[in-house]
């Protein structure tokens, strides 16, 4: 829990330590070896993270989560057909995840060519486009299949999306260095 806490205050190097603590006691935790996963594809690092979710997958091979994990891993490595096989077994997570998977579903589409397939998967995971990603790739197939009307309109929610991104997190900066004056001296 406390490398959840570290991980979610993006404390990287805390939150790999307690992992560790944690899976030195029991190789086999659950919540260690999803938490250390994550860290080590959000640090750009997906083949430690693949190696990491495979492990966790021979004690759980049904787990939505790890699934995802090792998706999301595959597919920052470019490694998209082998990403398919978990994919495919997250297409009946909870309501919440589905926008993650249709969207890593649309990235392994695209990159195999299939355009329109593509397309029907990234629109599915709009709900979840937070920085505007989702909307420039969806621009870019729209462009490549004729599409010019979509693929500008896909292009301005994009950017709206990302300058929305840029100005929340000038505000939370000017919230934390307000809330304590010592880091701006730094």
């Given at each position: 829990m406390?490398?959840?806490?570290?991980?979610?205050?993006?404390?990287?190097?805390?939150?790999?330590?307690?992992?560790?603590?944690?899976?030195?006691?029991?190789?086999?935790?659950?919540?260690?070896?999803?938490?250390?996963?994550?860290?080590?594809l959000s640090?750009?690092?997906?083949?430690?993270?693949?190696?990491?979710?495979?492990?966790?997958?021979?004690d759980?091979?049904?787990?939505l989560?790890?699934?995802?994990?090792?998706?999301?891993?595959?597919?920052?490595?470019?490694?998209?057909?082998?990403?398919?096989s978990?994919?495919?077994?997250?297409?009946?997570?909870?309501?919440?995840?589905?926008?993650?998977?249709?969207?890593?579903?649309?990235?392994?589409?695209?990159?195999?060519?299939?355009?329109?397939?593509?397309?029907q998967?990234?629109?599915?995971?709009?709900?979840?486009?937070?920085?505007?990603?989702?909307?420039?790739?969806?621009?870019?197939?729209?462009?490549?299949?004729?599409?010019?009307?979509?693929?500008?309109?896909a292009?301005?929610?994009?950017?709206?999306?990302?300058?929305?991104?840029?100005?929340?997190?000038?505000?939370?900066?000017?919230?934390?260095?307000?809330?304590?004056?010592?880091?701006?001296?730094?």
């Amino acid at each position: 829990m406390v490398g959840d806490l570290y991980r979610h205050q993006c404390q990287p190097d805390n939150a790999m330590s307690e992992y560790a603590k944690a899976l030195a006691i029991d190789s086999h935790d659950p919540a260690a070896q999803l938490g250390m996963a994550a860290i080590q594809l959000s640090e750009g690092h997906p083949e430690q993270a693949v190696l990491l979710a495979q492990a966790a997958l021979a004690d759980r091979p049904q787990d939505l989560q790890l699934n995802l994990m090792m998706s999301e891993a595959l597919v920052a490595s470019h490694q998209y057909t082998e990403a398919k096989s978990y994919l495919e077994k997250c297409l009946d997570a909870p309501a919440d995840l589905l926008p993650q998977v249709h969207g890593l579903l649309g990235r392994v589409d695209a990159a195999e060519g299939k355009t329109s397939s593509a397309i029907q998967q990234l629109e599915l995971a709009l709900p979840s486009d937070k920085d505007g990603s989702l909307h420039y790739q969806l621009s870019r197939l729209y462009r490549k299949s004729g599409d010019t009307a979509r693929a500008q309109k896909a292009t301005v929610e994009a950017q709206a999306l990302a300058n929305a991104r840029l100005v929340s997190a000038t505000i939370a900066i000017r919230e934390t260095t307000a809330l304590n004056p010592q880091r701006t001296n730094q």
